[in-house]
């Protein structure tokens, strides 16, 4: 399988405490985006790379959040000090820069997140 | 700021009719208008999508119409199955970020 694969699937984890997911993309893809999805609603926007560079955060990720792309591959999601609010499905998506499908977003499974 | 509208939240039909979800976007620089079905524990996965410089397509029985005068834009799915059920979302992509409206739960019945 050559999705976008996320580790870990699933995390349990009590406030305060610190949490980071792993994203693989597809292999040839240059774009990594990550999003925060709630129950009910749809995904929003986190932040995005183009190979190692973070080009945009969203408001939404505060100084809590830290994201990292460091060799333009895999890319992690830290959170620091968990907090019950944080309790959602993170998803990360790639897509290539060039082709006909440029804009394209293949998400992985997601993992979603408890805070208890 | 960039919003993307979704109606409707909740949608139940027939097996063999046809469904419609609409959506509005408020970023004038939305060029790219995907449509993602989501099913229980996965991703979202992209199923149709249209750029600003086309009116209409259809990929058999999934077709999506833009107008981007009005900024609105619609998917119809017609001869609706059991396996059709699952939320769709709509989307707006301006350069790389893209807002996702809230999402349809369509259901299928039998």
């Known amino acids: 399988d050559t999705g976008v694969s996320q580790d870990p699937r699933h995390k349990i984890t009590k406030r305060g405490q610190n949490v980071t997911f792993r994203c693989d993309p597809i292999s040839e893809h240059n774009r990594l985006y990550w999003y925060r999805q709630t129950l009910g609603q749809g995904p929003e926007f986190l932040t995005y790379f183009q190979n190692e560079a973070q080009l945009e955060k969203s408001r939404l990720l505060s100084d809590r959040f830290s994201a990292e792309r460091p060799k333009g591959s895999f890319s992690t999601l830290e959170i620091q000090r968990t907090e019950q609010g944080d309790s959602a499905m993170y998803l990360c998506?790639?897509?290539?820069?060039?082709?006909?499908?440029?804009?394209?977003?293949?998400f992985g499974p997601g993992t979603r997140l408890t805070v208890l | 700021g960039e919003n993307v509208e979704q109606h409707p939240s909740t949608l139940s039909v027939q097996e063999g009719d046809s469904a419609v979800i609409k959506c509005t976007y408020s970023d004038s620089a939305s060029n790219y208008f995907p449509w993602y079905k989501q099913e229980l524990g996965k991703g979202p996965q992209l199923i149709i999508d249209?750029?600003?410089?086309?009116g209409e397509k259809k990929d058999q029985r999934i077709a999506v119409t833009l107008n981007k005068t009005a900024k609105h834009f619609s998917l119809h799915i017609t001869e609706t199955q059991p396996e059709d059920s699952a939320v769709y979302f709509c989307a707006a992509t301006g350069g790389f970020k893209t807002i996702f409206g809230a999402g349809t739960r369509l259901f299928v019945k039998a």
């Open positions: 998506a790639s897509s290539p820069v060039t082709g006909g499908n440029y804009n394209e977003q293949f």
């Open positions: 249209i750029r600003s410089n086309v």
